[in-house]
């Protein structure tokens, strides 16, 4: 099991004003957002030291090349006792850590006080963690809850209970009834929403699990926060802008982020894969597509073949491993004749960005949506988890930028047809392109000087700075 640590803290210049302790989610790409969010906050106020408290292994990965004079990174355990045999449950991790998160994180406040000298005079968290509202009531502190994802995702966990007593009775936490293709309009932001398309753990699933339990608390305790910053833009979702900020106090678009950094920051990774140069040499009617999924195997396969029978030029970013599902002689075919390039990573932001990508196959990700967003370009969805449904629904019922693959599986029928909705040569693509351009130019707007997210991010400053509560 990890034990908390700290690391050499003696910080050139002046002693710090102020001591903000943050609290990061160590799974998937919480972590990285939410120091994205310190660092800027960090720059913002060099008089303020930022503990930063997170796993070993998630910490070694975040600031193995990075390093901030007012951003102290603190080991916590990870809940993994020593010896113990993982046995393939996605949530494993996750429930192992949520068990010793709460003791772990005040543990760790009270060594970081004593280690800068400081008292932690405000909380700037994952909002997975409900109960860091708790302690901020206790300490007489703000309570900064991020929200990494959209406010899609955000109001459906809001409105949990809600959405609970109104769709169907919860027996031994499993959703007794209602029919999973209902579309309703009672929750509020919301013109509709398919309820099959509402985030795990508001009516699907285990409902009692640790993971549904976190998030069931959190959207019940998140209207006591001070702030409530997220990784979004204002004119992307006006009513559900405009309904969480009734509900919530001080809710913040004050993204999108890559937007933001990209200005501010070079690319850490260089294009390894050539994939820049790759998209050069293609003319720009070709329009290649960019999947970018780990899918089953059969569904690899069905992808493979749309591809090779439309001759879509593509550019796929898959890990090594899904090779091997491929149709035999498929790389060997569309590299010879040049249609198409298979790499294990690609830069995504650089490559969204080149004028010769006409569409993005993804999970739909938050990241990933808005990373295409900001790109101007469509998407063809197929979601696995998470939030990753409903921010399919916002995009082909909502935003209208892009479609659900047919089925919500990849076969070689729907994948064809997908093409053909964003790729043929009528017009029909022509709408979906309109509308994502329409929302690049709001999103690049959205991060200029004193304009919304901007604006935004200044206040979430006043209060991460504010002495008083």
Request: proline share 7%.
């Amino acid at each position: 099991m990890e034990e908390l640590t700290t690391g050499n803290h003696n910080t050139a210049g002046a002693r710090p004003e102020r001591h903000v302790a943050v609290f990061a989610f160590p799974f998937s790409s919480h972590p990285p957002l939410l120091l994205t969010l310190v660092r800027r906050l960090a720059s913002a106020s060099p008089t303020v030291v930022f503990s930063f408290f997170n796993t070993a292994k998630s910490n070694r990965s975040l600031f193995s090349d990075f390093s901030c004079p007012n951003i102290r990174p603190y080991d916590v355990s990870d809940g993994v006792p020593q010896g113990y045999v993982f046995l393939g449950n996605p949530e494993e991790g996750v429930n192992l850590f949520l068990a010793v998160a709460e003791e772990e994180l005040r543990k760790g406040v009270k060594v970081a006080e004593a280690d800068i000298g400081l008292k932690v005079g405000c909380l700037v968290v994952d909002a997975f963690f409900w109960f860091s509202g708790d302690m901020a009531e206790e300490m007489n502190i703000p309570w900064v809850a991020f929200w990494t994802a959209g406010a899609c995702s955000l109001s459906a966990h809001f409105y949990t209970d809600l959405i609970r007593s109104r769709s169907s009775q919860v027996l031994k936490g499993s959703l007794a009834t209602p029919d999973e293709d209902e579309i309703v309009d009672f929750i509020p932001g919301f013109s509709a929403i398919r309820l099959s398309d509402l985030p795990g753990a508001v009516l699907f699933g285990d409902l009692e699990s640790p993971f549904s339990t976190m998030l069931h608390k959190m959207g019940r305790a998140i209207a006591k926060a001070t702030a409530v910053p997220i990784n979004s833009f204002e004119q992307l979702d006006p009513e559900l802008t405009k309904n969480l900020s009734s509900e919530l106090n001080n809710f913040l678009n004050i993204g999108p982020f890559h937007l933001i950094t990209s200005k501010q920051n070079p690319p850490i990774k260089v294009d390894e894969f050539s994939c820049i140069s790759w998209l050069e040499s293609r003319s720009q009617d070709q329009w290649p597509t960019f999947p970018l999924a780990q899918p089953p195997p059969h569904e690899l396969v069905a992808i493979a073949e749309a591809l090779e029978k439309s001759k879509t030029p593509f550019l796929w970013s898959t890990n090594n491993d899904s090779k091997k599902h491929f149709p035999e002689g498929f790389l060997e075919r569309t590299t010879a004749n040049g249609i198409g390039k298979v790499v294990p990573w690609a830069p995504q932001v650089q490559v969204l960005e080149h004028i010769a990508i006409g569409v993005f196959v993804t999970h739909a990700g938050w990241n990933s949506v808005l990373e295409s967003v900001g790109a101007g370009v469509p998407m063809i969805c197929r979601p696995f988890l998470g939030d990753q449904q409903i921010n399919t629904w916002m995009i082909e019922k909502v935003w209208g930028i892009g479609v659900r693959i047919e089925g919500g599986r990849f076969t070689k029928h729907g994948t064809l047809s997908a093409f053909e909705q964003l790729l043929s040569k009528d017009g029909s693509p022509k709408k979906f392109k309109e509308r994502t351009e329409a929302l690049k130019e709001l999103a690049n707007v959205a991060v200029q000087p004193n304009e919304s997210s901007d604006h935004n991010f200044k206040t979430l400053v006043d209060v991460v700075t504010s002495t008083t509560l």
